[in-house]
């Protein structure tokens, strides 16, 4: 498999490492709700294109808390992968869901986790070292390290080692990869109205004022205008 490759549904898997609110209150790279937002949109598209999914935690009783609940609701089905070591690496159910997901060609492993400097860091690395055939894809905007500096430069150091950084809107868009692909397009306009800010607020706007779709959501009468006397 080639880096030149682009995502696909059949060659992708995802992982999130510690999506959990200690850590969250961590991270001070990323504003907290734009990265819980950006966490449940790539989650989101995974689970419309059948992206294989690993959940993993550490420490969640004794310190990290559980997982974000948003998270959870798109997933209420997955096993929770529960660690002691910072590097998920380091646990053999983590190495064995992705194997067995890589053993059907989705050696890509796209990347969410807190933080980046350590836990993101140490995994991809390690996956890499002993796994070669590996690539991981590092979704920038859904992790988040416990300074601008913490993250800017553990993003560095992974991508010299050969991670390519993503964002999960970049994801998201390139599994869809064509807008004739009529079997993901109405659920994936859907998620980028609800988590893709602007460019969710333009695909609204288009709908409605331009194709003269109904709006989202019903509302009460629209009153006026009536100038004051």
């Not at 950006?38 to 294109?49: D, P, Y």
């Not at 004794?62 to 609940?69: D, K, L, Q, V, Y």
């Not at 350590?118 to 991981?136: G, K």
């Not at 869809?176 to 009529?182: G, H, K, N, V, Y």
Request: charge should be negative; hydrophobic fraction near 40%.
């Amino acid at each position: 498999m080639s880096k030149l490759e682009v995502l696909t549904p059949a060659n992708s898997q995802l992982i999130f490492i510690d999506q959990q609110p200690q850590m969250a209150f961590g991270v001070q790279s990323i504003d907290r709700q734009v990265l819980k937002n950006n966490v449940v949109g790539l989650a989101k598209a995974a689970k419309i294109f059948n992206v294989p999914t690993t959940i993993t935690t550490v420490e969640t009783q004794s310190f990290s808390g559980n997982t974000f609940p948003e998270l959870l609701a798109v997933y209420p089905e997955n096993d929770i992968l529960e660690r002691t070591s910072m590097n998920s690496w380091d646990d053999q159910n983590v190495r064995d869901a992705l194997a067995k997901n890589a053993a059907e060609g989705r050696k890509k492993i796209v990347v969410s986790g807190l933080w980046t400097e350590v836990c993101n860091t140490t995994f991809a690395l390690s996956a890499l070292h002993d796994v070669p055939d590996y690539e991981i894809y590092m979704v920038a905007d859904a992790s988040g390290g416990t300074s601008s500096d913490a993250h800017k430069y553990a993003m560095d150091r992974m991508v010299q080692a050969g991670v390519i950084p993503v964002t999960w809107q970049q994801v998201l868009l390139e599994w869809q990869r064509d807008w004739a692909r009529r079997e993901t397009y109405d659920a994936v306009t859907t998620l980028v109205k609800e988590h893709s800010g602007a460019y969710g607020m333009g695909v609204d706007y288009a709908y409605t004022m331009v194709h003269g779709a109904e709006e989202r959501v019903k509302h009460g009468k629209r009153i006026g205008p009536n100038p004051a006397k």
